[in-house]
Structures are given as C-alpha cells and as structure tokens.
C-alpha cells in the first residue's frame, strides 16, 4: 500500500486514480499522518428479503438451557 502526501495527492491526482482503479489502495497522510484511504469502487450487494425464510425455525425462540445462559454471564 501506497503513502502519499497532500501536495503530491493533488498534483499527481489523475495518475493515483489510475492506480487505484487497477486495484490499489493509497493512503494520504499530512505531515506523516494518514488522514484517508483511496480504494477502489465496489457496487454494494443487493439486500434480498426473505432469503432466511423456513430456515429459522420455533427452536430459534425457546428459552435457551441454563448451562448455555451461565456462559452468556
């Protein structure tokens, strides 16, 4: 991974995002510092409702057996 500071972030901007969109992360410090991270776009997954439907069954509410609750203690 790559450290950059301000100044050359700004001038050397077009070529950084280059690298990054080939799949490299920068950071960008300030007087050694790192204050953020360049990485490349990802598209978020999709959510799909229901997908867990008839997997979680009645056993999933009842009360949980009094060794595995100690343990939760």
């Known amino acids: 991974m790559k450290t950059v500071n301000v100044h050359e972030a700004k001038t050397q901007f077009s070529k ?3 690298r990054v969109h080939a799949g490299e992360e920068i950071i960008i410090s300030k007087a ?7 990485t490349p776009y990802t598209e978020d997954k999709k959510r ?5 439907l008839g997997r979680v069954t ?3 509410f009842e009360p ?3 060794s595995e609750l100690e343990q939760w203690e």
């Open 16 to 18: 950084l995002l280059a």
């Open 32 to 38: 050694g510092v790192p204050w953020a991270k360049l």
């Open 48 to 52: 799909i409702p229901g997908i867990a």
């Open 58 to 60: 009645e056993a999933f």
């Open 64 to 66: 949980l057996p009094e």
